[in-house]
């Protein structure tokens, strides 16, 4: 049974920082891309930031330079720092594990979601 377990959300002052963690079980987490998305109230759920198995990161440009995505292998948790929070990351962040296999559910699997909230 895949599970993805998020923690670290909260409320923090624009400028502020917090880390993200989601800790992963039932898959082959060095096979995995992890990546983390984000919903906000009214709008579509966007890609964030992206890890793949080697270890290569992508970001979204709202956010470059400001978070950073990490992976530790010996405990099957992927990470995400972020610094100079803004308002507008106020959003819930969801953990994604993807592999394209056809085992795999198409785009899949999520955790239930950090809300992280940030105020001006």
């Known amino acids: 049974q895949v599970q993805l377990v998020e923690s670290g959300g909260g409320l923090v002052q624009a400028g502020g920082s917090l880390r993200l963690s989601c800790a992963a079980s039932?898959?082959?987490?060095?096979?995995?891309?992890m990546n983390w998305y984000r919903q906000a109230p009214g709008k579509e759920r966007e890609l964030v930031a992206t890890?793949?198995?080697?270890?290569?990161?992508n970001y979204a440009d709202s956010v470059k330079d400001r978070f950073t995505i990490s992976r530790d292998y010996a405990k099957n948790t992927v990470y995400l720092q972020m610094n100079s929070l803004k308002p507008e990351d106020t959003a819930v962040y969801f953990c994604?594990?993807?592999?394209?296999?056809?085992?795999?559910?198409?785009?899949?699997?999520w955790g239930q979601g950090t809300q992280v909230t940030v105020s001006s």
């Open positions: 994604n594990a993807y592999r394209s296999t056809p085992a795999w559910p198409r785009g899949g699997y």
């Open positions: 039932g898959i082959i987490f060095s096979l995995t891309t």
């Open positions: 890890i793949y198995s080697g270890g290569a990161t």
